[in-house]
């Protein structure tokens, strides 16, 4: 699905004249969809530990003066992977096909 930015005025004015053309100089946005979703419960994924455990580590002991149990990076581990995926979803709504902060 292709999706034309052409200023609202001159759509009108087109579309009234009945002269309606797809210009070649507009930008253009295309959309994309995927039917691939990430399954949490995949044993591929839930496997994989996403964080960097001695940093999560440093970062409590300084900063909070606790220990950090293994469990920790597991749990950390998974709701980084819902919420990228909610993140991966938002990005192909508006029709890219590149993860950026905004979609979180």
Known sequence: MKVDY?????E????????????????????????AKTNINSE???KDILIVASK?????????????SAGVMEML????????????????REGRKTLMDRDF
Do not use: W
């Open 56 to 68: 999560l580590k440093k970062y409590v002991k300084d900063k909070h003066g606790l220990n950090t």
């Open 12 to 35: 009108a004015s087109e579309k009234e004249e009945g002269t309606f053309k797809e210009k070649k100089d507009s930008p253009r946005r295309i959309l994309v969809g995927s039917k």
């Open 44 to 46: 591929a994924f839930n």
């Open 77 to 92: 581990s998974n709701i980084i992977r819902i919420q990228c995926d909610r993140a991966v979803e938002n990005a192909m």
């Open 6 to 10: 052409v200023k609202e005025s001159e």
